[in-house]
Nanobody, 118 residues
Framework: QVQLVESGGGLVQAGGSVRLSCAAS????????TGWYRQAPGKQRELVAG???????NYIDSVKGRFTISRDNAKSTVYLQMDSLKPEDTAVYYC????????????WGQGTQVTVSS
């Protein structure tokens, strides 16, 4: 099992930037994929960006060119750099890992609020 702690959320004006961090501990060597999800009020949780253990990244169309997912293996941390923020990016952002150790584990962080004001 993997423990995840997110940080970096807050209030930002439209057009601004925020960097989220997701620090992992526990069975980190078994992680196959890390993703950032978000959930806005009244909406379903959606995958925003993901990065595999091999470094392959993917993004939803609405954030392509504005968000960048990256990782620092030495710090066991995955980042989400969010630029050119829009009010519609307002949501609670969650870090998620998929790891394999005899079975698939699906672990979540506690979430961090990002609010973009217009």
């Amino acid at each position: 099992q993997v423990q995840l702690v997110e940080s970096g959320g807050g209030l930002v004006q439209a057009g601004g930037s925020v960097r989220l961090s997701c620090a992992a501990s526990g069975r980190i060597l078994s992680i196959t994929r890390t993703g950032w999800y978000r959930q806005a009020p009244g909406k379903q949780r959606e995958l925003v960006a993901g990065i595999t253990s091999g470094g392959t990244t993917n993004y939803i169309d609405s954030v392509k060119g504005r968000f960048t997912i990256s990782r620092d293996n030495a710090k066991s941390t995955v980042y989400l750099q969010m630029d050119s923020l829009k009010p519609e990016d307002t949501a609670v952002y969650y870090c998620n890992t998929k790891s394999w150790a005899a079975r698939l584990y699906d672990d979540w962080g506690q979430g961090t609020q990002v609010t973009v004001s217009s």
